[in-house]
T-cell receptor, first 115, second 114 residues
Framework: DVKVTQSSRYLVKRTGEKVFLECVQD?????MFWYRQDPGLGLRLIYF???????EKGDIPEGYSVSREKKERFSLILESASTNQTSMYLC??????????????FGPGTRLTVL | AQSVTQLGSHVSVSEGALVLLRCNYS??????LFWYVQYPNQGLQLLLK??????LVKGINGFEAEFKKSETSFHLTKPSAHMSDAAEYFC????????????FGKGTRLSVIA
């Protein structure tokens, strides 16, 4: 079975702190994704990556950056956390191109609270 | 632009009743369609998917969905609701090839009343 793990289930940070959210997948997937989930807004794509050191902006990249130095690991970085970044963050991975037809496999999520 | 619309942010059914969660999409090309379920404080889990072939797709936990091209719909159904079905359900669409990400609907929260 595909396994996607996220470094923390719950995280509390202060405004202005630099925050790292880590995601690791064990299925050798090329594609990895970061979403944030908020009530009534569903899942919104922040960034995705289709190869090591490659990244693409999603719908809401402002205030975030990402890093993908190894194929299995995709990090989301909040350079200076703000209260409006309090949310559930979900990581996902998938096979490339036509393989799997785009099916994404999700981690358990990190609930981040910024005070 | 592609979009996914889930009608009803919250649906409530009695235990044993039919579950119907609606999903419509906009697309000019044949899509790949997915339903995911999310239980409280967990990630998303795939329920079922349509890629090609038979338009009626069966998934886990007794759910099924039918792809209707003429109606651009992919509604999710289950004949008899169980208390354990209470969760949030997301419809997602992938339109286009390559590494196109999925586009998700805003979700429908299903409540099951005893």
């Amino acid at each position: 079975d595909v396994k996607v793990t996220q470094s923390s289930r719950y995280l509390v940070k202060r405004t202005g702190e630099k925050v790292f959210l880590e995601c690791v997948q064990d299925m050798d997937h090329e594609n990895m994704f970061w979403y944030r989930q908020d009530p009534g807004l569903g899942l919104r794509l922040i960034y995705f990556s289709y190869d090591v050191k490659m990244k693409e902006k999603g719908d809401i990249p402002e205030g975030y950056s990402v890093s993908r130095e190894k194929k299995e690991r995709f990090s989301l970085i909040l350079e200076s956390a703000s209260t409006n970044q309090t949310s559930m963050y979900l990581c996902a991975s998938s096979y490339p191109g036509g393989m799997g037809r785009g099916e994404q496999f999700f981690g358990p999520g990190t609930r981040l609270t910024v005070l | 632009a592609q979009s996914v619309t889930q009608l009803g942010s919250h649906v409530s059914v009695s235990e044993g009743a039919l579950v119907l969660l609606r999903c419509n999409y906009s697309s000019s090309v044949p899509p790949y369609l997915f339903w995911y379920v999310q239980y409280p404080n967990q990630g998303l889990q795939l329920l079922l998917k349509y890629t090609t072939g038979a338009t009626l797709v069966k998934g886990i936990n007794g759910f099924e969905a039918e792809f209707k091209k003429s109606e651009t719909s992919f509604h999710l159904t289950k004949p008899s609701a169980h208390m354990s079905d209470a969760a949030e359900y997301f419809c997602a669409v992938r339109m286009g090839g390559g590494n196109t990400p999925l586009v998700f609907g805003k979700g429908t929260r299903l409540s099951v009343i005893a």
